[in-house]
DNA sequence: TCTTGATGTTGACACCGATCACATAACCCG
DNA sequence: CGGGTTATGTGATCGGTGTCAACATCAAGA
């Protein structure tokens, strides 16, 4: 199920996925998924923490610049699994343990590779903002790949 | 409509409105709405449109830090109309003209304060990844206005 | 063998966005 | 004043969604 969940994301325009659709793809009946998940909050934040583990081991012992930039990529590879992970798709990710842990465990990586707490936050805040705006088309940029470059210094 | 939607936006938690509690709100059937606007993401433009004329010139005049720190204030003092006017509910803000041209104007007042089209890149990117952050709870503060004087220097 | 639990199903409910055919009210022009 | 056009509203309906209750199946374990 998860892993029809995932095709569908990274398939699918922006990110939002319907339980109904999941259990189409994966064969079953849309009830069937309640079984599994308390309810479609639960399906993904299952499935945002199995794209944390993945995102935190990518980030880990890169620079502060590469992480950064290592950020805004994958929000614009993956936006379906970006918008799940940092979006507000999870109304309340402090909700689920297991991502939250997860989230915690990213940040951590980032304060590692920075001189001050204050300075990861303002690099998490930058390469955050940046995806974002990329990825909703308010900055129309022909070349994404070199303003990375350049407003990640 | 749109001051009964207003309520409904500063009222709700996510920022997330329906088309028929609008109409409801107004004491209208909701096809009414269709008489007015072409469908729900018209609605939601004029609305964001009339709060980016108020955000504009709330904005105009003050120095980078200011428009920076009054940015975030007005995310977690508004979230709805934040998330409306700057998250991805208008699926494309491109699409309605007087929300795109709102939108460079606003933009145009941040660039005016900036030295250099990079750095108003950085200084958006930075206060509007926060404002995000903070949005969601992915950065647990006590005090966030504290938290807002000491990141936007 | 009988019971129990996990897993699935069907059917239903309420809500949503959207469109249709139709009613009414307001307005302008002759 | 009257008649016709337009603006604005209504209900019914369609397909979609999340969620729940009631029922079916089927693989162990006692």
Redesign the pocket.
């Known amino acids: ?1 998860l892993d029809r969940a995932d095709a569908l994301l990274d398939a699918g325009g922006d990110g939002a ?8 793809a ?18 993904l934040a299952a499935l945002a923490a199995r794209h944390y583990a993945d995102f935190g081991t990518a980030l880990a012992g890169a620079s502060l610049t590469g992480m950064g930039r290592a950020y805004i990529r994958f929000a614009l590879a993956r936006p379906g699994r970006f918008r799940l992970m940092f979006g507000p798709l999870l109304a309340r990710a402090a909700a689920h343990p297991e991502l939250a842990a997860a989230s915690r465990a990213a940040f951590a990586a980032l304060s590692a590779a920075a001189s001050s707490p204050d300075e990861a936050l303002r690099a998490w805040g930058l390469v955050h903002g940046l995806a974002h705006l990329l990825l909703d088309g308010a900055i129309p940029a022909p070349d994404q790949e070199a303003l990375i470059a350049r407003l990640i210094p």
């Open positions: 199920m996925i319907s339980l109904r659709e999941v259990a189409r994966a064969g079953v009946s849309a009830t069937a998924a309640y079984r599994h998940f308390a309810d479609k909050e639960a399906l």
